[in-house]
């Protein structure tokens, strides 16, 4: 059966982890989770394929699987933090893997986030409906509440009859501190 489209399968990057993608990919990410315990991790190493068998999996998922292809997985229905679990079982970290799914090597990822990401110029749509162009002329028609026609809400009074509770128990255990052990063995 066809996926059903939604509008945000226009978002360019990525797969929209929904409650239809959950149900498509339940193999897959049980597959990741069970990861998680060593024996599985060992069993899953030595024979891939065979390892695979026990979980209801599509020849697609299968295989996007033993490609390690990420995005594919994803598309077909695996949760980023479920097939993450994957990619540890390989030694590779979490950074690693983003580098491969946005066909960067790490380096070039890690230098890409630290400068504050991607850039959203042609990373809008996949369709290219959401060009800056069109986004600013859907803006012109709507109206926007103006700072002069918004009313502002007054501000809560600040009462400073109560003390920080933080402050008050620090003090309150201050006063009651018993006597040093040595004092009391007389």
Same mark, same amino acid.
């Given at each position: 059966?066809?996926?059903?489209?939604? %509008?945000y399968?226009?978002?360019?990057?990525?797969?929209?982890?929904?409650?239809?993608?959950?149900?498509?990919?339940?193999?897959?990410?049980?597959?990741?989770m069970?990861?998680?315990?060593?024996?599985?991790?060992?069993?899953f190493?030595?024979?891939?394929? %065979?390892?695979?068998?026990?979980?209801?999996?599509?020849?697609?998922?299968?295989?996007a699987?033993? !490609?390690?292809?990420?995005?594919?997985m994803?598309?077909?229905?695996g949760n980023?933090?479920?097939?993450?679990?994957?990619?540890?079982?390989?030694?590779h970290?979490?950074?690693?893997?983003?580098?491969?799914?946005?066909?960067?090597?790490?380096?070039?990822?890690?230098?890409m986030?630290?400068?504050?990401?991607?850039?959203?110029?042609?990373?809008?749509?996949?369709?290219?409906?959401?060009?800056?162009?069109?986004?600013?002329?859907?803006?012109?028609?709507?109206?926007?509440?103006s700072?002069?026609?918004?009313?502002?809400?007054?501000?809560?009074?600040?009462?400073?009859?109560?003390k920080?509770?933080?402050?008050?128990?620090?003090?309150?255990?201050?006063?009651? !501190?018993?006597?040093? !052990?040595?004092?009391?063995?007389?």
């Amino acid at each position: 059966m066809a996926r059903e489209r939604h %509008e945000y399968d226009d978002i360019p990057g990525t797969y929209v982890f929904d409650a239809e993608r959950s149900r498509q990919g339940y193999g897959i990410n049980m597959f990741c989770m069970s990861l998680m315990q060593e024996e599985n991790r060992q069993a899953f190493k030595a024979n891939e394929a %065979e390892y695979l068998k026990k979980f209801n999996l599509t020849p697609a998922q299968t295989d996007a699987i033993l !490609k390690r292809d990420y995005n594919r997985m994803l598309e077909l229905g695996g949760n980023i933090y479920f097939t993450a679990k994957l990619g540890a079982t390989d030694g590779h970290s979490f950074q690693h893997l983003a580098a491969v799914m946005t066909g960067n090597s790490q380096s070039d990822y890690a230098k890409m986030m630290l400068e504050g990401g991607r850039s959203v110029e042609g990373n809008r749509s996949r369709s290219g409906k959401n060009r800056p162009a069109s986004l600013i002329a859907a803006g012109a028609g709507k109206k926007s509440v103006s700072a002069k026609g918004a009313k502002a809400k007054p501000a809560a009074k600040a009462s400073g009859k109560s003390k920080p509770k933080a402050a008050s128990k620090i003090k309150s255990k201050a006063k009651s !501190k018993s006597p040093p !052990k040595s004092a009391k063995r007389k």
